[in-house]
């Protein structure tokens, strides 16, 4: 199965502030990463597909990039209800996610 | 609306038997294929196993192979897991979940979740 390693595995920042969240691949996957956010108790919902498409109705301060087998959301202008924990999940074979993080607004 | 509502959750023994409902509404899953992903408490989401539009193709994870069978009815609009020869770390939440293209696809609807605890 192909790994995706996430990181941070948890990250405080302030209101405004800009956070990168990455997630190594362990094989290539072309652009097949999906980004998404879950809020507690909730379940998740989709923010980017394919490394850098924003799903309908996601605000564009979030966004997505892929360099080689590297995949980063980043959260530009953080906002409190950003507080969540966000998963990146591959799509080239048997899907798999990465191990989350969870993002602390100080 | 889209909704995905799982049902059939519950507190079951060890080596017990339980089978999982997702029923669809605000779409027709006849045309999508359709997956099942689980959260243990406290820990991440795991896929557990998807089913191809026609039915034809099922998959699993290594972690459930063996014992779960995944279905559907597209007349009901249901999607369906059996989970057999259940263990302790089988307990998790059950999302019912709808990806763009083919089960490997990313997904956009999600449903409630149901809870699933195996314990003696």
């Known amino acids: 199965d192909i790994q995706m390693t996430q990181s941070p595995s948890s990250l405080s920042a302030s209101v405004g502030d800009s956070v990168t969240i990455t997630c190594r691949a362990s094989q290539p996957i072309s652009d097949y990463c999906n980004w998404y956010q879950q809020r507690p108790g909730k379940a998740p919902t989709l923010l980017i597909y394919?490394?850098?498409t924003l799903h309908t109705g996601v605000p564009s301060r979030f966004s997505g990039s892929r360099s080689g087998a590297d995949f980063t959301l980043t959260i530009a202008n953080l906002q409190p209800e950003d507080a969540a924990t966000y998963y990146c999940?591959?799509?080239?074979?048997?899907?798999?996610f990465g191990g989350g993080t969870k993002v602390e607004i100080k | 609306e889209v909704q995905l509502l799982e049902s059939g959750g519950g507190l079951v023994q060890p080596g017990g038997s339980l089978r999982l409902s997702c029923a669809a509404s605000g779409f027709s899953i006849r045309t999508y294929a359709m997956n099942w992903v689980r959260q243990a408490p406290g820990k991440g989401l795991e896929w557990v196993s998807g089913?191809?539009?026609?039915?034809?193709?099922?998959d699993y994870a290594d972690s459930v192979k063996g014992r779960f069978t995944v279905s559907r009815d597209d007349s009901r609009n249901m999607l369906y897991l059996q989970m057999n020869s259940l263990r302790p770390e089988d307990t998790a939440i059950y999302y019912c979940?709808?990806?763009?293209?083919?089960?490997?696809?990313?997904?956009?609807?999600w449903g409630q979740g149901t809870l699933v605890t195996v314990s003696s």
């Open positions: 089913i191809t539009s026609s039915g034809t193709k099922t």
């Open positions: 979940a709808n990806p763009y293209t083919g089960f490997y696809g990313y997904i956009v609807n």
């Open positions: 394919l490394a850098s």
């Open positions: 999940q591959q799509g080239y074979s048997t899907p798999t």
